[in-house]
């Protein structure tokens, strides 16, 4: 079973600047959806941005013109540029791979994804 590790969370202001990265050590295959979400103390957990195997991204709308997810070409790696943080964005971000099913709504809930323990961002 792979387990995915992500990094590169922290601390920072309002209006800061952190990238995540997500490494999947270990996987050899070629993900149909690779992506991550959020999980905020009380709150549900929410989807913050994905991307496709053709390289199609998808975000929340409260992200949109903030984050940029990315993957290199070579390998199942991900990261999250996320610029101009909000309070709001504190949360612990997880990162996922699918690797049966292109990306669709709410694939990063579903059994069978693979995901990471998180990484904490905490904007303040």
């Known amino acids: 079973h792979v387990q995915l590790v992500e990094s590169g969370g922290g601390s920072v202001q309002t209006g800061g600047s952190l990238k995540l990265t997500c490494v999947a050590p270990?996987?050899?295959?070629?993900?149909?959806?690779m992506g991550w979400y959020r999980q905020a103390p009380g709150k549900e957990r929410e989807a913050v941005a994905d991307?496709?195997?053709?390289?199609?991204?998808t975000y929340a709308d409260s992200v949109k013109g903030r984050f940029a997810i990315s993957k290199p070409n070579a390998e199942p790696s991900l990261y999250l540029q996320m610029d101009s943080l909000e309070v709001d964005d504190t949360a612990m971000y997880y990162c996922?791979?699918?690797?049966?099913?292109?990306?669709?709504?709410?694939?990063?809930?579903?059994?069978?994804?693979?995901r990471g323990q998180g990484t904490q961002v905490t904007v303040s």
């Open positions: 996922a791979i699918d690797d049966f099913a292109p990306c669709r709504r709410g694939w990063w809930r579903l059994t069978h994804a693979l």
């Open positions: 270990g996987y050899t295959y070629t993900p149909y959806c």
């Open positions: 991307i496709d195997s053709n390289g199609i991204t």
